[in-house]
């Protein structure tokens, strides 16, 4: 028997950054939402743990480690550990969102992984639990359970559910390099050495109220991204990458999350459409279509 689930990535709407806490974690106040581009994890019983990764279309799945570090392999231990069973299990992942990109691609194989061995092994995990599991294994973890859109406190793990009256569509473009969530949080501690210690504590008021009424173009003018100095400073060719997004887009255009996945929030799928065609013409490689929210990881087939 194998259980097949199905995780989205995350963009954050705003994504503000606090200073460092001693344990080492930024504070954060984040609203994400759950876009429509998707990892699937199988999975079933194994004598021993054993992940594998495939790529989904066009996907550059080569960083992905196939060892202890792989998280969806972390979470499979981390579940059958909270249980005190001793059980192992054949993880297959099939990746629709492009790696180390800021879409939180891992955190959907993690939280995928989460509810497909519960589902697999009927071991009625709860809610609650599952979501403090998560939590450990990593900050976008939680979200990648509940999806739609969604508040983010602590260090993005404390997750509560946004209503959300709207549909957005998304112009998604990633690059062939990754960056590295850890090195890109560095770069902004190095930027931003003096940090007030309550800025980060502002409710998302804008953003929440833009949610609230489904309005588009309120969501695009509030959107924020304090990421975005530190990333563009490890790799400054990016910001010509967003003017020639930008130039090619009717749209409100940012870097996703730690980057340099760069996004842009257009009025509707015709627009992203059209966005896409203008960008491969002009000679971008991989552009994505998605739309927002999306559901967190679901069950697609029992087989
Ligand atoms: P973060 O979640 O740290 O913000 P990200 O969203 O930019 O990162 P991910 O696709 O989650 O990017 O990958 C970050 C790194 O995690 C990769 O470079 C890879 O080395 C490692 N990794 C571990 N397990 C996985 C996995 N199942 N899928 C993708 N990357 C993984």
């Excluded at 097949?4 to 994504?15: D, E, F, H, Q, S």
């Excluded at 004598?47 to 080569?62: A, N, Q, R, T």
Aim: overall charge negative; aromatic content about 4%.
């Amino acid at each position: 028997m194998s259980v097949t689930v199905r995780a989205p990535a995350k963009v954050n709407l705003a994504l503000v950054v606090g200073r460092p806490r001693e344990d080492g974690y930024h504070p954060l106040n984040t609203v994400y939402q759950a876009i429509s581009l998707y990892d699937d994890v199988r999975v079933s019983d194994a004598e021993d743990w054993v992940v594998s990764v495939h790529p989904i279309g066009e996907v550059d799945v080569s960083v992905v480690p196939l060892d202890d570090s792989n998280i969806a392999l972390r979470a499979g231990r981390a579940l059958v550990a909270h249980h005190g069973l001793e059980l192992a299990a054949d993880i297959v992942i099939h990746k629709g969102i492009p790696v180390a990109g800021g879409l939180a691609g891992g955190s959907a194989d993690a939280a995928a992984t989460l509810v497909a061995l519960d589902r697999l092994w009927d071991l009625r995990t709860t809610d609650e639990d599952l979501l403090a599991i998560a939590g450990e294994l990593g900050s976008d973890v939680p979200f990648a359970l509940i999806g739609g859109s969604a508040h983010g406190l602590g260090h993005g793990e404390l997750v509560s559910p946004l209503s959300d009256h709207g549909s957005y569509w998304w112009v998604v473009v990633p690059s062939d390099e990754g960056l590295s969530t850890p090195e890109v949080y560095r770069e902004f501690d190095r930027l931003q050495p003096d940090l007030d210690p309550t800025a980060h504590q502002a409710d998302p008021v804008a953003l929440v109220s833009a949610l609230q009424e489904g309005d588009p173009d309120a969501l695009a003018t509030s959107m924020r991204n304090d990421l975005e100095d530190a990333a563009l400073s490890l790799r400054p060719e990016l910001a010509e990458r967003i003017a020639l997004v930008q130039a090619h887009c009717d749209a409100k255009v940012m870097l996703s999350g730690s980057g340099p996945t760069i996004l842009g929030i257009v009025a509707s799928q015709e627009d992203a459409l059209d966005s896409r065609a203008a960008l491969l013409e002009a000679g971008f490689e991989v552009v994505h279509v998605a739309t927002g929210p999306v559901a967190g990881a679901h069950v697609v087939e029992y087989a």
